[in-house]
């Protein structure tokens, strides 16, 4: 069989400029990064925001499993479909991360062929926004540790940072680490640790800032530390908002590519899902907005982390109201929500794919609270049978959804078309009516229980020591408005990522909140999840390298 990296090498890709052109962009709108790939300039920004905006489409998914389910693929997908049925229409995704691509998780660019391209590159290191991003927060760090060092005129207590350093690679050994020693020559020891760089307020920030003037500002509100009387420390009190601002000027243009069948796309930011919000970037989203008729989007990992941040933060904080969403699943990844082992999955097993509908269904339910119409997108293996195939579609039906099959990995747009018609139809039915979960003048404590109990179906939320009282005091210096982000386990609705299907009555521990005061939200860390991920046994890095053509192999 055919694999993703051989069909994405044999694309035929239009110059970068043509597809520029597609969305309406001259030559000298464009900032060009070889052939195949641009960023879209800050100028060419300026002048799109008295446009109307096209209709935005939310592809999201179940629970993911290591049967795979498709999301990003199917976005691409969907969006080559639309195209292909007349409607102008922009795929808007993330950049990938390098440190589940050398992890366990490889490429993020979709598959078969419903790709984007250059795929080699997306995946690795792109335009060097990541870079940018991880500079400018280890920009702000060093500045922390260097204002102590000459006399720390602010008072900051070093007990008090709350501004860890990041790194775009999963390395446990950084989670808790010492800095500071060997003498006084290397400043004041003390005790801090690594994030990765998806997991960094100003990838948030990045991926929420409208334009280089709200970029400035948010970065100058990060809260990095206290003082001994409590009194929070900014970037801006450490002058450090302009610098880090410099650093990632370039990086705020959105980077303009392709798919397969050079439909445009835009890539860009890259917050994870399941210890950060999830989403592209707004910059991204609402320029596609402006230059289409139709953009499809996704957010990261299973509806009950992606989705529900997506519509709580990114599109309250943003102002952006979807049309539509569709849920992706596929036959084999119910059978494992059913409770059918990986090795098992080859063979039929009717029983399972309708006890694994119970996360689908769940996901549809919570999808509706939003005010969404929802269609389901079934995405298509080869080894999934007609009846098993019949058995989600007859759920679907029951539930009042329509579960459409989908043949895009194998067939491209033309295997989606079916797909497309039925978002097109739900669009322009104008049966979106959307809501947020909560308003923003809920408490936050009280906006972090209604995720976890309406959502994940929680009985109750337990919050460890010092919780409760951080949140309080946040609420007291005016911070209660904020949108909550959870992180926490993406294989699960509960905190145990073993625990499949659709459990109800746990218990959601939180552990930790931190303050993102720049990019406007509060995030919570539940159960186990870490901001600073391992690698696997054995990783992906371990397979990959140049063969003798010099190309890559192992990443995908």
């Known amino acids: 069989m055919t694999t993703d990296i051989q069909i994405a090498r044999t694309a035929r890709k239009l110059p970068i400029v ?66 292909r049925i007349g409607k102008r229409t922009t795929i808007c995704i993330r950049e990938a991360s390098l440190g589940p691509n050398f992890g366990m998780k490889g490429g993020a660019a979709g598959g078969g062929h419903a790709q984007i391209v250059p795929m080699e590159e997306m995946n690795l290191h792109f335009t060097g926004d990541f870079h940018a991003i991880t500079a400018a927060h280890n920009l702000l760090a060093a500045m922390i540790d260097n204002h102590i060092y000459w006399g720390n005129d602010l008072d900051i207590d070093t007990r008090r ?40 307020e100003v990838m948030a920030i990045l991926c929420l800032a409208h334009d280089l003037d709200d970029l400035h500002a948010r970065l ?8 001994r009387d409590r009194r929070p420390v900014t970037a801006r009190d450490l002058r450090a908002d302009g610098a ?16 397969l069948e050079n439909n445009p796309a835009l890539v860009h930011g890259g917050p994870f899902a399941n210890i950060a919000h999830g989403c592209n970037s707004v910059i991204a989203t609402d320029t596609a907005l402006r230059l289409s008729d139709y953009v499809v989007t996704e957010a990261g990992f299973g509806a009950d982390l992606g989705a529900e941040k997506f519509l709580d933060i990114k599109c309250r904080l ?67 049978s007609a009846a098993e195939i019949a058995a989600v579609q007859d759920y679907c039906a029951r539930h009042g959804s329509t579960a459409i099959l989908c043949q895009h990995w194998a067939r491209g747009g033309a295997g989606a078309e079916e797909l497309a018609r039925r978002v097109v139809d739900m669009v322009e039915g104008g049966g979106a009516d959307f809501r947020t979960l909560y308003p923003d003048s809920m408490s936050l404590w009280q906006k972090i229980e209604t995720i976890c109990t309406r959502i ?9 020591s010092g919780v409760r009282a951080q949140l309080d005091l946040w609420e007291e210096g005016g911070h209660g408005h904020l949108p909550v982000c959870i992180a926490k386990t993406q294989y699960s609705f509960s905190t145990d990522p073993d625990l499949r299907g659709a459990p109800e009555g746990h218990v959601i521990p939180v552990r930790e ?44």
């Open 18 to 83: 043509d597809i520029a052109a597609r969305l309406g962009l001259g030559e000298g709108d464009i900032l060009r990064y070889g052939a195949d790939k641009a960023k879209i300039a800050h100028h060419a920004l300026n002048g799109l925001t008295d446009r109307p905006r096209g209709h935005l489409v939310l592809v999201t998914a179940i629970n993911p499993t290591p049967a795979g389910e498709g999301k990003t693929t199917t976005t691409v997908g969907l969006g080559d479909a639309l195209n």
């Open 161 to 200: 940072i709350t501004w860890r350093r990041v790194m775009d690679m999963n390395d446990r050994a950084l989670r808790d680490i010492v800095v500071g020693l060997g003498g006084v020559s290397n400043g004041f020891s003390r005790q801090t640790g690594f994030d990765i760089t998806v997991a960094s």
């Open 220 to 227: 100058g509100r990060i809260v990095v530390a206290y003082t």
């Open 244 to 259: 880090m601002t410099v650093l990632l000027r370039d990086a705020l243009q959105p980077n303009l590519v392709q798919t």
């Open 318 to 384: 943003a102002g952006l109201a979807p049309a539509a969403a569709v849920l992706v699943a596929t036959v084999r990844a119910l059978k494992m929500n059913g409770g059918v082992a990986r090795e098992d999955l080859g063979t039929e097993n009717v029983a399972a794919v309708v006890r694994g509908c119970a996360n689908l269904g769940r996901h549809l339910e919570n999808l509706r609270g939003f005010g969404l119409p929802v269609t389901v997108a079934l995405n298509h293996f080869l080894g999934d």
């Open 456 to 464: 994940y179906r929680a009985a109750h939320v337990e919050a460890l």
């Open 513 to 556: 909140v931190r303050l993102n005061a720049g990019a406007g939200f509060v995030v919570a860390i539940c159960g186990e999840i870490m901001t600073m991920p391992g690698l696997p046994r054995h990783p992906a890095a371990e397979t990959i390298g140049l063969n003798d053509m010099g190309q890559i192999e192992g990443l995908f």
